[in-house]
Nanobody, 124 residues
Framework: QVQLEESGGGLVQAGGSLRLSCAGS????????MAWFRQGPGKEREFVAG????????WYADSAKGRFTISRDNAGIVVYLEMNSLKAEDTAVYYCAADRRSTIPTEAVLYDYWGQGTQVTVSS
């Protein structure tokens, strides 16, 4: 069983930065692909960024490229999402998710485990 807990959300002005963290637990967590998704008001949950267990491969949604960076600590226990140049449209609840595959799925339905989410609000 894998448990995930996000932290680091909050209120920030447009153009600012935030770093989200996702702490995982479970004996096999380190071997999972991890991803960040977000769900804005009235919108479907969408993929933001993903990273393979080794940390060597990452994938980003077009909306995140050049502004967001996903990373993983050396122990593979904590996954980060560094968000820069934030925009009002980045406002959403951000979720981390874990999947057993070696690839980086972008479909939410393919992920096995989810955190409870953390709110990010960007004021314009």
């Amino acid at each position: 069983q894998v448990q995930l807990e996000e932290s680091g959300g909050g209120l920030v002005q447009a153009g600012g930065s935030l770093r989200l963290s996702c702490a995982g637990s479970g004996s096999t967590f380190r071997s999972y692909t991890m991803a960040w998704f977000r769900q804005g008001p009235g919108k479907e949950r969408e993929f933001v960024a993903g990273i393979r267990w080794s940390g060597g491969s990452t994938w980003y949604a077009d909306s995140a490229k050049g502004r967001f960076t996903i990373s993983r600590d050396n122990a593979g226990i904590v996954v980060y999402l560094e968000m820069n140049s934030l925009k009002a449209e980045d406002t959403a609840v951000y979720y981390c998710a874990a999947d057993r595959r070696s690839t980086i799925p972008t479909e939410a339905v393919l992920y096995d485990y989810w955190g409870q989410g953390t709110q990010v609000t960007v004021s314009s």
